[in-house]
Nanobody, 115 residues
C-alpha cells in the first residue's frame, strides 16, 4: 500500500508565495518521477512540474520562472516553491508518485490566490 500526503496550501494575495510539500510512503520499489499537478474548477488536471531520480525537472510553461520543484526521490519527498502567484494559479494541487506501472495520488491541497 502506498500513501501520498501533501501539505502547504492556503490563501495568498497575488504576488505572494507558498511552498507545497509532499511525502510518499509504503511499498515503493522505485520512483520514476514525483511531481505536482493541479485542477482548477471546470478544468482538467494538468502537470505543473515534475522531477526524476536524477534531478531532471520539467515545468508547464505558465510555471517557468515562478515555480521551483525540488526533492529527493530516494527519500520519497518533493516540494514546490511557488512565487509571484497569480489568480489563475488557483486550483487544487495534487502530488503524484510515478512508479512506472501506475501513478499514486495525494488527496490534494487547495491553493487560492486572491486579494
Amino acid at each position: 500500500q502506498v500513501q501520498v500526503v501533501e501539505s502547504g496550501g492556503g490563501l495568498v494575495q497575488p504576488g505572494g508565495s507558498l511552498r507545497l510539500s509532499c511525502a510518499a510512503s509504503g511499498s515503493i520499489f522505485s520512483l520514476n518521477f514525483m511531481g505536482w499537478y493541479r485542477q482548477a474548477p471546470g478544468k482538467g488536471r494538468e502537470l505543473v512540474a515534475r522531477i526524476n531520480s536524477r534531478g531532471v525537472t520539467n515545468y508547464v510553461d505558465s510555471a517557468k520562472g515562478r515555480f521551483t520543484i525540488s526533492g529527493d526521490l530516494a527519500k520519497r519527498t518533493v516540494y514546490l516553491q511557488m512565487n509571484s502567484l497569480k489568480p489563475e494559479d488557483t486550483a487544487l494541487y495534487y502530488c503524484n508518485a510515478d512508479v512506472g506501472t501506475r501513478y499514486y495520488w495525494g488527496q490534494g491541497t487547495q491553493v487560492t490566490v486572491s486579494s
